[in-house]
């Protein structure tokens, strides 16, 4: 079997008129759903690609394949290198040079995922569902029970002599089900991640989502009215997700982010640090690199409510004029490098979650926003369907649906009177519940 990577730099060396790199991923990935005990869909792939980047006086070509023979990486070298004698010369263009990386533990980086049994990924699933449907009679349907895992594997070569390489493992466990009773339906679901599959508690998975199913039954609206809003961990996360989208210097360049998001600026409450760390393990983009062959590393994009960096991958931070953070972010092999995110987190506070509420006369827990798509990125100007519970009197009281909460993100954040203790991640985005000073709830 031919070394992909070696005989597409030998061409390069021969070809290519200006600089080189060269990104090969490979991509193996399992999963298994179940439904009623037994096998729902089965999948298992290997998928292997290479891309090629080429760099003539400024000029950028750019080819990929996953024909990993002589002829078709012979044809990538050859796209590559005629794509950018057709493209406009931009000087700020160029590639990474050798940098030390960062020590990382080889449990996160090196993952045997291929050693634990496919017998025993099925069996974490069917456990899954076992224990869910164990909780209550009134869990009526299991819609799927599924366990998932990747492993990526990545080496990224160019002639400035960056020569990389290096493997990362995840695992998800989930279950999506149904709570009925007197007619009325309830969706529960929940899923838990780690970096290997024995850290996956399945029968938190199984029982959690039991729980915020049964514990939605009975919902109604409250009133319309201006109220304190404690958003949970999950909201909190699909929030900050959406916010992210204005941290990207990207996204400043091409006047697609918040003008109110700036360096030095201070649009959030003094409760909120948010971090991008490509380093931190729970979060699932976690990696030595970026996309480009930069280190990665740990970000402040803002402290306590002040805005202390946007993240950037090479190009963007040469039109800045400051420094790449490690934020040149590849869906695959097969699209060009560009900015996002790696594992955005908002710093957790010291109190439970309990004692937030415990401290609400009259208020809403939201544990779930409808549309939440729908808000606009730029302006942060949102109005989209909630549910979850209302508070009183310091406890969480009755089911609530029906409902619709508006305003604006940047003000929502800028509104944070108190940041929970319940972090988690969810994919690569980690929040705790916090609680927002008022919002306004349309209701009945």
Known sequence: MI???????????????????????????????????????????????????????????????????????EETVRTAVSMAG??????????????????????????????????????????????????????????????????????LVNSLGLDESAKAGFVRAWIELMAEENG???????????????????????????????????????????IPVVMENTVAADLLRLLSHSFLGENH?????SPRIRVGEKPFSEKVTILDDGLDARGDEAFPFDGEGSPSCRTVVA?????TSLLFDRYHARKFKTATTGNCRRGSFESLPAGGITNLSMEPGLRTLKDIVGSIEQG??????????????????????????????????????????????????????????DFRYFGNVGAASFLVESLTISGS
């Not at 949102?382 to 209302?390: D, N």
Request: glycine share 10%.
């Open 253 to 257: 360049f091409k006047d697609k982010a």
């Open 364 to 421: 809403l827990l939201v544990t779930d926003l409808m549309g939440l798509h729908t808000a606009n990125p730029i302006s942060g100007d949102f109005s989209v369907g909630a549910s979850g519970f209302r508070i009183a009197h310091g406890k969480v009281d009755h089911p609530v649906k029906g409902v619709a909460v508006a305003g604006n993100l940047i003000d929502l954040f800028g509104k944070v009177v108190d940041v929970a203790d």
């Open 86 to 155: 057709h493209m406009e010369a931009d000087s700020d263009t160029d590639f990474a040079g050798p940098a030390l990386m960062p020590s990382l533990s080889g449990d996160i980086f090196e993952v045997a995922l291929a050693d634990f049994p496919e017998k025993d990924k099925r069996e974490m699933a069917e456990s899954i569902e076992r224990t869910a449907r164990r909780q209550d009679k009134r869990i009526t349907t299991v819609r799927k029970s599924g366990y998932a895992d990747a492993v990526t594997t990545v080496r």
């Open 303 to 307: 402290q306590n409510g002040v805005v």
């Open 3 to 73: 070394d992909p990577v070696a005989v597409t730099r030998e061409l390069l060396e021969k070809r290519a008129p200006g600089q080189w790199e060269v990104f090969h991923q490979i991509s193996d990935t399992f999963k298994v759903e179940i439904k009623d005990g037994k096998v729902d869909s089965l999948h298992k792939a290997r998928l292997s690609g290479l891309a090629v980047r080429v760099l003539t006086d400024g000029r950028l070509g750019f080819s990929y394949t996953s024909a990993l023979d002589p002829a078709g990486l």
């Open 184 to 226: 009325e339906q309830e969706m529960g679901f929940w899923m838990e991640q780690a970096r290997l599959p024995h850290d996956i508690d399945v029968e938190a998975v199984g029982i959690t989502a039991a729980r915020r199913a049964l514990a939605g039954l009975g919902g109604r609206a409250v009133p319309s009215a201006s």
